[in-house]
């Protein structure tokens, strides 16, 4: 078999016009001289992998190559390929991670035919670098606190070589990058500047990022705040709780009344929004070279403080205190259904009948035939013959019989359904906020930028009743028995819960607070609430 393959084999290499390559390579392959080969435009990075290739010379001028290169065809199995700081399989060589920062690093190659090993060739390979990189922005944001942009990271190499970096919340090749911000956060391939403008240093957001396979590149993103953008300060009541819708009532057994359906939940009512206290000042900031408005807000609820800077300019700020939606009542319970009724009672009645049937009798009756017979002397002649035969006849005889007689009572009432549950009121919204906005005397002129709205909490929708069960059908008798009464479906509380109030705005005047201190945090100083009808 063995013989007959290699014959078939080389016939087939005959027949395809490749017997004297073929030949060559399966037989004949004595280079005298290899050279690595690798494509310069190639990066070869830590923790990636390349391509590479041999070339080998033989006697009159003949040149082969491996597979992989253009018009190479010799396997891989006939060289022997070492790599110092990488591994190799099938012409790639995978650099070691470890390789980092690549920078003046190396890796070496060494390939010898494996049957001639004193043809051995080495190479050392310089580990690519970046020589510059960028983090360039892909969307419109606002340069303010609080705006999200979102990049992508431009690499050039020093072989030349260009890589961009997109999606960044899924690329494994961003670990390859030290990423620092300052002013905000970088979290899945996003910058996001603070909301705090007071951790914001000279009004400037950074994002830096630094090359970890040459420290001596990095690029710093700057965002210079302008505050030109439309600030949304809301807040609202707590929405009531939703309304437990009530139990079903269980079904009836034979002959029983369903259960009645349990009321549903009152839904709970809206909270009512905070009282909002807003102070706003105008000053110039020196370093931004423009006006700016200091806006100081307090939850006068909570306490809490919020600040913000707005460019007059450009910019607006938006305020909203609004109750609490109340939640819907719960809807009510269906009623159970009736069981069906009791059949009536069966029972016997034994009854003696007596019935006339027909049955057959057999009797001999004598009957005269006529034949034509030959006598003695050979003529033709009839004779009467008396036969007797036997017929059936029938007769009426009275036979008497036992029979049962099936009889039932009248089929019971079945059972009534059950009531089915009240709706459960819904909650009331609750009220809007007050908001008071003061306005220094110098800020008045730019009052048409902020716009407050306070509306009351929307009112819950009431449950609906829940439907009474089916009267259950009457049980099984002469006659049936009738079915039991629908029960009731309970009572549904129209429309919806009253919403809540709406809270005012006020609009006032207040002295200049805001007072820039170099040294120190700003710091907004309040003035007791002023007279509402000052201004």
Known sequence: MKTKFAISFFTFLLITGFANRAFGIFFSFKPDSIRIEIDPEQLILPGESFDMGVISYHKRGKVRKTLGLKGGFVLWWRYKVEVVGGTFASGKVFVNEQLMPSKGKFIEIKVFPKKRPKLMTRVLIPLNYETEVLFRPLNHFDKAPGSVVKGEIVSKFDNGQIRILKKLHRNAEVEKYRVTAFGGNFDKGRFYIDPDFLNIENHTASLVVQSLRNYAVADTFN???????????????????????GSNGISGSTGSRGG???????????????DVGVWIDLYFDSLLNCNLLYVFAENLFTGKESRYLVNPTGGSFYISSVGGNGGNGGDGGFGGNGGKGYDGRIWYEQKVIEKVVKKPRIRRVEKKITKKVVDAEGKEKEVVE??????????DVIEREVISIKHQEPGERGGDGGNGGNGGFAGQGGNGGNIFLYFTEDSRVHENIFTARTTGGTGGLNGNGGSGGSGGPGGDGEPNGPSGYNGSSGYAPMGWAPDGWDGEVFRGTTDEFYIIQPQEEPTAEKNALPDINSY
């Open 223 to 245: 965002v210079k705040m302008d505050y030109k953008h439309a600030y949304r300060l809301n807040f609202s009541g707590t929405g009531g709780f939703l309304g437990f819708s």
């Open 260 to 274: 009645d359906g349990q009321p549903g939940q009152n839904g709970g009512p809206g909270g009512d929004a905070p």
């Open 386 to 395: 008396t036969v007797w035969e036997e017929e059936t006849y029938y007769v």
